[in-house]
């Protein structure tokens, strides 16, 4: 079954940090994004990414993060100066052509920030 | 815009009772609707999905559940729990119009007790 690999597993950053968490979704998926969850609170959507640009992204996504997909396998999300309240879990996923019809998640890099 | 709230933060069953577990959504147009299992420390595997095909959508691990667009729910149930089922559960909407991305619920853990 294919998956969606997520580096690193664990990261830990000092506040103001840049941090780049790493994703390699499936290879015949077209659409990529990236989700977060804080500890004990709901998966909420960042990002999505399709033909080499944003497509959407939601108010939790501001200046400081960015994306993108610099070779045909990878994509990256950057967290530019990390604050404390960015620490979490955060989710790559990719979806086929068809984009509604299943996302594939990776299994998470958990960001704290101290 | 599309919602969806699950009803029960926690929800404890005994290990061959009937796992029920309630999802309802709101949506302007036709959604696609999801269910998501996240076990500890883990990242989210799809469980089921449903595209507008047959409305009783048959997942993995015994788990199903049933569109019920009068009712705006899709609640997931198990006739007979076991204790690897103990895990937080997501219910998930989007659409083919406007935001794509998944919207999730705020999860359900299940408890199963022996």
């Known amino acids: 079954e294919p998956e969606v690999t997520q580096t690193p597993s664990h990261q830990v950053t000092q506040m103001g940090q840049e941090v780049i968490l790493r994703c390699v979704p499936i290879s015949n998926h077209l659409y990529f994004y990236w989700y977060r969850q804080i500890l004990g609170q709901k998966v909420e959507f960042l990002v999505s990414f399709y033909n080499n640009e944003i497509s959407e992204k939601s108010e939790i996504f501001d200046d400081q993060f960015s994306v993108e997909r610099p070779d045909g396998s990878n994509f990256t999300l950057k967290i530019r100066s990390t604050k404390l309240e960015d620490s979490a879990m955060y989710f790559c996923?990719?979806?086929?052509?068809?984009?509604?019809?299943?996302?594939?998640f990776g299994s998470g890099t958990r960001l704290t920030v101290v | 815009a599309q919602s969806v709230t699950q009803l029960g933060s926690h929800v404890s069953v005994s290990e061959g009772a009937l796992v029920l577990l309630r999802c309802n959504y709101s949506s302007s147009v036709p959604p696609y609707l999801f269910w998501y299992v996240q076990y500890p420390n883990q990242g989210l595997q799809l469980l089921l999905k449903?595209?507008?095909?047959?409305?009783l959508v048959k997942g993995i691990n015994g788990f199903e559940a049933e569109f019920k667009k009068s009712e705006t729910s899709f609640h997931l149930t198990k006739p007979s729990a076991h204790m690897s089922d103990a895990a937080e559960y997501f219910c998930?909407?989007?659409?083919?119009?406007?935001?794509?991305?998944?919207?999730f619920g705020s999860g359900t853990r299940l408890q199963v007790q022996p």
């Open positions: 996923a990719s979806t086929g052509r068809e984009e509604t019809y299943g996302y594939t």
């Open positions: 998930a909407v989007t659409t083919n119009t406007g935001r794509r991305a998944l919207t």
């Open positions: 449903y595209t507008s095909a047959a409305t």
